[in-house]
């Protein structure tokens, strides 16, 4: 299949680890990931992270399970915040808005980043103030 990107937008919560759970729990329950053809879906995502292919992955932000520090080397299976570097060269400021975050799609995905089998994510904001999370990454074989 080979690998996929994957973005998605997301409400704001100050916790990361947070935000990550939450959306990986609403993209199982939609169905809106990739399963090998004959094998079972998972009932919950507690038996998919068990059960996972991982030669294939599920080209989804499922594909990522924990968050590490902005500073942080990028590690499979790893969501990892941008920092203010990261964040000016992709959306031009530190504080952008879901519309830069949806301008930027092709630049994100062909501009040195991501590495495959992990996810990155900015916070977003509206009117000075935080409102989503942009996350986005490249997963699959």
């Not at 570097?85 to 952008?96: I, S």
Request: hydrophobic share 35%.
């Amino acid at each position: 299949m080979g690998k996929s990107g994957w973005e998605y937008v997301t409400p704001y919560d100050e916790d990361l680890a947070v935000v990550l759970g939450r959306l990986r729990q609403e993209v199982f329950e939609r169905g809106r990931y990739h399963w090998p053809a004959g094998l079972d879906r998972p009932a919950d995502l507690d038996q998919l992270d068990d059960e996972w292919p991982a030669a294939e992955g599920t080209h989804s932000v499922l594909d990522v399970d924990y968050v590490i520090d902005a500073a942080d080397e990028d590690s499979g299976g790893a969501l990892r915040p941008l920092g203010d570097a990261g964040l000016e060269r992709f959306f031009g400021t530190v504080r952008p808005s879901v519309a830069d975050f949806e301008r930027t799609t092709d630049s994100r995905f062909k501009g040195g980043l991501p590495a495959v089998w992990c996810g990155y994510a900015a916070t977003l904001f509206d009117g000075g103030r935080p409102s989503a999370v942009g996350i986005w990454g490249f997963s699959g074989d």
